[in-house]
């Protein structure tokens, strides 16, 4: 069973809508990131957690700590949005474990 | 400020072969994180390195090593390349030290093995 879940694996929407995706741990952090990887590769620091709800522009994410839980919503996504989005833990301090990652979610958003 | 730079972005060698991967931190970032990313497996952690020190690594054989230099600059090792090892290898800076820091990634470099 893989320690980081996401949900959808998939999702398409049309420009405009609300998005939200899921994330889920089974195991105790120390932060929660949600990364952006675009075609090509480079993956992109959105947001890094440990408690409460943080919002940057359109993007907002927060955490649960006591259901083990995360979301990260996009408000009137635009198709520049289209990505995959990859929740990604700390399981101890200072990062000495690295990241463990999530399967990672497909975003499309169709004009 | 520059980013973080690896080297090179692109590579193929021949089953057998060893190579070297490299990885630029930012200015005063001490710590560096490896990850490989395959289609199969999605993104797996490799080694982290702060201050010269490996700190940990995953759950990857022998054939892969790392090492960290005093200007943080860190490099990665693959010896006895597989087929299986054709990935997308990313590294990670961060500030480092006991408490979490948000990363920086490199661009990758896409190892293709043939």
């Known amino acids: 069973k893989n320690e980081v879940e996401q949900s959808p694996q998939n999702l398409t929407a049309q420009e405009g809508e609300f998005i939200t995706i899921n994330c889920s741990y089974s195991?105790?952090?120390?932060?929660l990131h949600w990364l952006q990887q675009h075609p090509g590769g480079g993956i992109v620091s959105l947001f890094m957690?440990?408690?409460g709800k943080k919002k940057h522009g359109r993007l907002i994410a927060t955490i649960n700590i006591q259901e083990k839980h995360s979301s990260l919503h996009i408000t009137a996504s635009h198709p520049r949005d289209s990505a995959v989005y990859i929740c990604?833990?700390?399981?101890?301090?200072?990062?000495?474990?690295?990241?463990?990652f999530g399967k990672g979610t497909h975003l499309i958003i169709q004009p | 400020k520059a980013g973080v730079t690896q080297t090179p972005r692109y590579l193929i060698k021949t089953r057998g072969q060893q190579v070297t991967l490299s990885c630029s931190p930012i200015?005063?970032?001490?710590?560096v994180s490896w990850y490989q990313q395959t289609p199969g497996q999605g993104l797996q952690f490799l080694f982290e390195?702060?201050?010269?020190?490996?700190?940990n690594k995953g759950n990857f054989p022998g054939r892969f090593s790392g090492r960290q230099f005093s200007n943080s600059r860190s490099e990665m090792n693959v010896s006895t390349l597989e087929l299986g090892d054709s990935a997308l290898y990313l590294c990670?800076?961060?500030?480092?030290?006991?408490?979490?820091?948000?990363?920086?990634f490199g661009s990758g470099t896409r190892l293709t093995v043939v």
């Open positions: 990670a800076s961060s500030l480092g030290g006991l408490i979490n820091y948000g990363y920086t």
């Open positions: 195991v105790g952090i120390s932060a």
């Open positions: 957690l440990s408690s």
């Open positions: 990604a833990v700390n399981l101890g301090g200072g990062g000495a474990d690295g990241l463990t």
């Open positions: 200015s005063g970032h001490r710590s």
């Open positions: 390195y702060f201050s010269e020190t490996q700190r």
